[in-house]
């Protein structure tokens, strides 16, 4: 385990505890429980004991009949433990407006016509089914909310369900490697729920075997296996070979699941600093101990520069790195070490394996139109020089100002990120005009934001890869949707809580006052305060021509472009 | 994922010659093609004169189809910029034709030829402006949206405010300056040469004089100085926005407004035409 | 300038770049820690304003510019040509009218029409271009291709549309398509435009054999008979310059004969006078000297008849005798005038001959007896009827319809006083002549008195008291024009006068006084040149010798009350002469009555242009056309063929109508042209040329080269000689080649207009040449 990473989250994490109301009553009786009761109090360490993680990474969630408790296709980062009653899982779907999801409809064409003639109306006017307020069904419950489902027996009609008892765990996959939850839970009867962080959940297992076997058992059997089944260079390996592989894989987590915080205090901080800030995968000039895949998240390439690092590509999910060493060490004997840094961007999930597995089962089967290059002579290149620039062709030849921009600021992270050529942009604002028409006369996205070279990166939202928004939204409103993978809020769910808005690292997720279709105001009965609602760019998916910004851009200055892989912007930028 | 595509940066020139030799070789044809119609004792006037009108409609047409782009059938914007830029200059060439490359001497068509030829100019100009101000403005430090401009200017105006109320009293010396030049500078706007041709002559005597006062300042006051400078060069980039930014907006009115008389005209130019022109009925 | 709210975007996105932006308060006076909404800016507001604004201004300017007395020049699309614009400066604000029908109508009109396609205004503008071009157009058809009916042209094409139509090709056009003036025509381009410039490819339009230029695949062409045929005046051009020039020594130039009529731009030739009497006077006067005889009586065998027991008119004693004399081809004509003899005469032996009567041929003597009585019927009518008689008689004959003029022409200075002598024709035949010669053409008698006449009173009614013949001469005061009459004839009357009374026999009277005395001068009141005189009295001379021996003086007594109450002299008013171009005078002949006891009547042409030959000659062309078949033909062109009074016909060729230029239809023989004929000028034809210019550049030999080449030349046998054959003896055929020889790409003139004209449709009325009111179509 990376101790950079760990002296780094100790501090924080108990800073804020999950639950400060956590007495040490319940710390107590909750001991006395499975699985915490066969635990080897021992085994922990004086910094981080049991009891310290029950303190401040638990919390007790009580539920009531018919209280949804995990939703399909949400992001969290908790692991469920049920303590008394009995809940349901299902890895089927529910309809969308049990879970609280905006159901995808196109406009009709009369629609399209008269919103492009009503440009006078009040903007952001809704039409809300019932009164939104920040309780659901009565009570605020949890990190993840929940919203209370009618007559549950209806619901469960025809629906293959599994039963989850007391003592046993759910959402644990999903937390640890940070996927969208696979299956819905349900509360059958009234009972209570142990919520533990991830990183919590961590430290129990390092500390508890049996756990963590069951763990790892559960995991590799399942997610594990087939995510190494995808990965290219794996896939000449007979099943067989691959579960050796599965098995010898260890998995790692960098930075934070919640990273905007962080984010915004390192933008703010030092050019120099900022990159040191990023927890270090793989260290230039350490012992290659193995091939890196990346499971999910950024990491940054680096290379020594002066005192600080330069950029040479970013890889994402389902990339490898360190297999062109290990071939070279394997095939000339050297013990030659790193020869690049491995930087985590944000938070990064990573399987490591160990370099004699790679030897044993992955070289011999790599085909060599896949068998990276041996290393010439030390390489060593200042920037500026032609190898450098060599250098930069890993990275489709973006140069490295704008890699390490993209990189620092996140942009990596956009699959449909907005940008401006400012060469051609004569600030015309039809975009602008074009996302107000589409959007209830309120434009969704700013004509302003992170500028290098003439690349302008606009406030708009970019569908990210990693949608930290997706957190902890409390009414599941906001979502992914499978078809277009487009991240979209629910303006029926959406309580106006601001979990998304401020969570999103790039403020691209907007509070506005909402209005009725008259124009009028809503308020707030019991605040008096005016009903805010969370707007972002949807892309335009109720509308039947795409983004409606890009469309509308006359002079080919602005595009809609995805920033995971620098393939698309390379290709736009030099043809 | 939804991606429509947007032109390669590298492709635009290689687009900017196809269109134009289309554009050319279209002008062309017509050209020859009413030199024909004259010789086979057509009224060739008549023909490119429905040319002209629909060709100007269609100009005329393209500020409502920009409103219309969510219609996914009708094709992207900058489509329908290229089609505007390039039927634009050809309309031109079709006008020249029409009008036997002469201006006509009557006063009515003598105020549609103006009225034409005065819309085509000023696309024309509107045209190289957006090609090459932009670039400019992207050369600056900051971006901002024009209809800021206002705030940034009050929000610098706060900011130098504030400096100088953090210098102690005893010494007045850059107070005086700020309130005799640099105040003004900040505040007033700036002349109509400056909206023509922006330089940043104004500011750069500012500062030199700034600079040249360190002699009377104490450190401290030299800090509030080296603000000062910053505040004016900050807004002497919002003046040069504004100026640039304006002229990219206001064009358009001259050439939107010459459109719509230019319309009106040539509608009775067409009645007109139809009624006196001397054919057989 | 711009609205607080404007400048708000999203708030904390701005912040995010550092800047402090106050956040205004929403509609209920809070900010909910909200982010304020983005209003559209109000730079678009600024424009739709500034949009709008100008429609306003636009149409206000167009209603204030429409609704104004100055309307016209507003709409005026540019200045009229000079000649429009001088026409109209008079219609003030009407003058939009005088051209369009839309002229003075409203807007609302005008769109109406424009969107009814032209239903409004339905007077095209072509028609009131006639309203003033009627008098150069024709306005049936101008607006049809080249103003011509569509029916001849389709009838041209009919061929070449054939052609295409094999080639599975189309007309371009069809003649029924019309074209509106305002085509080729264009207006309002500048004040001096030429209205009437035309180019090839417009012509090419619908000629579907285009071709690139004139000297190019313009269609080839041969100009076979020009320049000579029909000129009317055969002229072996190549025997004159190659022979009878170069023997007398002059130079054979074509200006000597050939001028230019600046006014007409047309090519004439000189008078005879000056072109061809210095040679061919003598021998044109050789050939009329043995005349023509109108009247002749046979010698008949009046006692053989007797024996033959025959009944005999009374016949004179002195042409008693065997029988002879032949009949003269205008006496069997006006024989032929006696139905009771045509039969006889009409057998197909030719002109009868006294001569050969066979005594003992039974059909001979019954012919003989018939003619001499015809001949006695012929005789007693001219006595008692005169010229009268004589028409009667070549009207029966020819059956062709002769007017009175053609009549005076045909017996020119014959007078009725001279006709009746042929009645007491035994008694001093040749006195008779004598006494009248000189005087006749003042008399006027009135037929029913031409019996009662005696001589010896005619002779009363002379120059000096004739006109006053109602009153005693004594008491004669002569009005105006009689005095004229009396002091141009006064001097040699009184000359004769005198030279009468003493009665003195001049054999050898000097000619000239005699010649003016005696020359029978029908246009001396018309005034004739002294040259002409002299010739003339040259040939009279002999003769009025004889004339003047022995007038019995005792024969001046006149009896006054016979005369009739009005006298009044034909001279003046009947016997004009036709007045010639080329300057010269004509000249007529002598009538000789009783110049031999067997020639009763004969005339004796006198020279060239002679009017009774002339008369003669019209009347057999006549004939000839009407009656081709009839022996009264045959024997009219016996009349006027060579061994007659026929030497005109070496000169003087028919002439076919006049067919527009028409080069290439045949003649047909209408009327007799006497004079040169200038060379069409193409006027109203799809073609023009005109001398004139290139001869300022050319020599005539350049265009008109005598054709060496072609068989010798020999004279035209009759009147009726094929010309075109004659013209392509004499001159080398003229192509196109010639005319391209200059007129090619950058040296002269080649294009369709400069040769060829559209407007080829003939005016309605060309004469009528007051212009109507220009207005006038709208009433």
Redesign the interface.
Known sequence: MNRISRSVTRIERWNQPLDPGMSAAIVEEILGMDPFAAMDESRFSSQIPLLGILANDCRIVEFEPGDLLMRQGDYGGSVFLVLEGQVNATLQKLPAELLGRQIPRKKKWLEVLKQAWNGSAPPERRELHGPVTTQANGRQVGHEGQTFVQDIPQVFEGLTSRAIHPGQLFGEVSALTRSPRTATVLARTSGRLLEMRWQGFRDLMDRAPELRESINRAYREHSLFSHLAETTILQHLTPSELQAVAAATEFHSFGKLQWTGEFRSMIQADVAERILREPVIVQQGDYVNGLILIQSGFARVTRREGVGEQTIEYIGKGRHFGLREIAHNFRTKESRPWNLTLRATGYTDTLMIPTPIVEQFVLPRLPPELAPALFQTKERTPIGSASSRRAEQRSNGLSTKLLENLVEHRLVNGTQAMVIDLNRCTRCDDCVRACATAHDNNPRFVRQGIVFDNLMFASACMQCVDPVCMIGCPTGAIARDEATGVITINEQTCIGCKTCANSCPYNNIQMVAVSDQRGVALIDQTTQLPILQATKCDLCIDQRSGPACQKACPHDALIRIDLSTPVELNEWMNG | MLRTATIPRTQIRDRRWRLLLVAASSALFIAIAMRILDDNLYRSTFVSGYVLATAVFFLASFNIVKRLNFLSFLGTASIWMQLHIYVGLLSGAIFGVHVGWKFPNGQFEGLLAFLFVSTFASGVYGLIISRLLPRKLAALRTQIIFEQIPVRRGSLVAKAEAVIDQIPNRNDTLKRFYINRVAAFLMLPRSLRFFVAPSARESRQLIDDLISMDRYLSTGDRESARQLMQIIREKDDLDYHWAIQSRLKYWLFVHLALTYSLLICGALHGVLVHAFGGGLR | ??E?T?????V???Q??G????VPL???G?D????P??F?????T??SL??V???A???GV?AI?FSSPRRN???????LAKAHAHLMKEQGTER?AA????GS?N?G???Q??FTG?QV??????HL?LACHSNSLNVDHA?SPHGANPKDLNEMTNAKRMALAHANQVMPTSADN???????HR??Q?KFVNLTAI?D??C??CHAQAYDRFEGSHPDFQLANHPVVDRNIAFDHRSHSAKHFTEKGKAFECGSCHVINDSRGEIEVASFSTMCAECHQTSLQESLASGMSLIEMPTINVQALKEAGRLVPDWPKDLQGDFDGALSPLMTLLLMGDPAVRSTLAEPTGLFDFFEIDLNDEDSLRRSVELTGAITRLRDEITRNGRIALKKRIISATAIEISEVELDRLFWGLSDQQLQLIANQPKAPSNSMARFSGEKDFLVVPENLALSIQPDELLAVNPLNGKVGVQPPTTNQPNKEQHELLRSNSPRSAWSADKKQQGSEVKQAPPNPHGELLTPNPLSSAGRNLDQQSTASGLTDNLDGTHVHNVPPKRRRVSEPKYPPVVKPFAVDRFQLPSRRDGDSASVGQWSVNASPSEFLKYIPQGHADVVAQAWYELAHRSRTNTPQTVANHLLQKVVSAEGIGSCSRCHQAQRQDTAGDLHSEPTLSTFRWTYKPAVTFKSSFARFAHGPHLLLKDCTDCHQLNESSPNSHEPESVFESQVAMANRDFRPQTKLDCAACHKQGQAPNECSHCHRYHVGVPKNPLSSETPNPLGSKN
Request: glycine share 6%.
């Open positions: 300038m711009i607080k404007n400048t708000v975007g999203r904390d996105a701005y995010r770049l800047d402090p932006i106050p929403l509609p209920n809070s909910g820690g909200s982010n909404i983005l559209r800016p109000a730079v678009r600024q424009r500034v949009v604004a100008t429609i201004v636009t149409l167009l510019a020049e507003f709409l005026s699309p540019g200045p939009c051209c369009h029908g839309a109508a807007l009109q005008m769109i029409d424009a032209g205004f339905d007077v095209s503008q072509s271009c607006i019309e074209i509106a003036c305002a085509v080729c207006e309002h500048v180019n490819a417009k090419q339009t």
